[in-house]
């Protein structure tokens, strides 16, 4: 994981540095990146429960401070 | 002479495209004994489909599916077909990226988690998809010999086992058999809209056509032969409940102690072929990815892609049974898919061609 982890950011940090400069393209190239990051870190640890119930108690906490205003 | 080099290459690189993962799965588990029916109805099916294709190639050769969208169809429609069948590829990357990683950790290495192979494959697709289609086809041309030579070996071997008594009764239940060829048409045979990825590199479009059809017909007799021997080595009742078939088949071979674990051939040839597969949908969601969101070639899509792939990969099934699920809705959603898009490209096609010819007789 940590091998894997090391690879990723090194690949991000030199694939990245190419698109940094064009403006129209960097959003959807970086959500892309953070997605794939964010996916391949939730499958590898099998945390897909804790995301579940972290995105389960945001949403709570939303709605109830949605209430309350 | 180039030119008909770069076409057998394509040939051998769709060949190993439709033979990952069916090769070890096995194909539909329902039709049992009446595979090879299926197989048959299958192969007239996808005949006509891919004389479709290549009818789409050879009125605009040198074009991938996406360029072709974006020419013939309206904005909005080409941005809904683009994503959906930027979905599409991610999907069955996910599930070829899984499949391999659930063999290797179930039968060839044992105590490595499935991770380890999975990133394996991504790492060499990322390389593959990188370098292009054409090198993707070099490699392709090069291992496809050693895979029809590893095939034809087992094949062989396998001959002792057979007893094509357990074909028998032929189109035993109808239900079954029907049921059994539509989950055909969606799984192994529903990537074949993907080969488009590799068809757009064609220069030449008569050879796109013939080596998109004969390559369909050469990877079904290799199944077809597969699928039969897997049938009469194993029986009916075992292959309607067993997972990777091909490799269960392959385990009864044994020659004396000399070499006792045939299977590992069927390893390297499960290897390559998902290497190439792997590779062609890598490019594929790039292309689309790109043509969608309007990016210059030179923007590097690859390695994000590959873990958005890895990562569904590893969300999304937990065990074969979750595979099975998914596949039963994703058979009702191949075939539209694999349809739709060309279809509507074709029609875009002769309708700017009527009306480029009544434009030129208005202006006689």
Redesign the interface.
């Known amino acids: 994981v940590w091998l894997l982890s090391a690879c990723s950011v090194l690949a991000f940090l030199y694939e990245g540095k190419t698109v940094w400069k064009e403006k129209r393209q960097k959003t959807v190239y970086f959500a892309l990146w953070i997605a794939g990051l964010i996916l391949l870190t939730v499958g590898v640890t099998d945390s897909k429960e804790v995301v579940c119930d972290l995105a389960e108690t945001i949403l709570k906490q939303v709605k109830e401070w949605r209430i309350g205003t | 002479v180039n030119r008909e080099m770069h076409a057998n290459r394509i040939f051998a690189l769709s060949v190993l495209f439709l033979l990952s993962g069916s090769i070890v799965w096995g194909g539909s588990r329902e039709a049992r004994q009446d595979i090879w029916l299926v197989m048959l109805v299958n192969l007239v099916l996808f005949s006509l489909i891919v004389s479709f294709y290549g009818l789409l190639c050879k009125r605009c050769p040198g074009k991938d599916l996406f360029v072709l969208m974006r020419t013939f169809l309206p904005a909005g429609l080409w941005r809904m077909l683009s994503f959906i069948y930027i979905v599409y590829a991610f999907l069955i990357g996910a599930v070829l990226l899984w499949n391999f990683g659930q063999f290797s950790s179930r039968y060839v290495l044992w105590e490595i988690p499935k ?1 380890v192979p999975i ?1 394996l494959l991504v790492a060499v697709c990322i390389y593959g998809a990188k370098k292009g289609i054409k090198a993707v086809c070099l490699y392709a041309s090069f291992v496809f010999p050693f895979v029809c030579l590893f095939l034809a070996v087992t094949m062989g071997l396998s001959i002792k086992s057979m007893d094509f008594g357990e074909l028998l009764p032929v189109c035993y239940d109808p239900a079954l058999f029907l049921d059994g060829a539509y989950t055909m048409t969606a799984f192994p045979f529903g990537d074949v809209v993907l080969l488009f990825s590799a068809y757009g590199a064609v220069s030449s479009h008569t050879s796109a056509y013939r080596n998109h059809t004969g390559a369909v017909v050469c990877a079904y007799g290799i199944l077809l032969l597969i699928m039969v021997r897997n049938a009469a080595v194993l029986g009916a009742p075992l292959l309607g409940e067993i997972d990777y078939a091909t490799y269960h088949a392959m385990g009864i071979i044994g020659l004396e102690d000399f070499f006792k674990r045939i299977e590992v051939l069927l390893t390297f040839a499960v290897v390559f072929c998902d290497v190439a597969k792997g590779c062609i949908v890598l490019i594929f969601a790039c292309q689309g ?1 790109r043509s969608l ?4 070639r ?4 690859e ?6 792939m ?6 999304i099934f937990d065990n074969n049974a979750q595979l099975d699920r998914f596949l039963e809705l994703f058979r009702y959603v191949s075939l539209p898919v694999q349809l739709t898009g060309p279809g509507l490209v074709l029609a875009g096609v002769f309708f700017q061609k009527r009306n480029v010819k009544k434009q030129k007789i208005r202006n006689v």
Do not use: K, Q, R, T
Request: overall charge neutral.
């Open positions: 991770h990133f990815i969101c309007s990016f210059s030179s923007v590097p899509m390695i994000p892609v590959a873990f958005v890895a990562g569904l990969s590893l969300l």
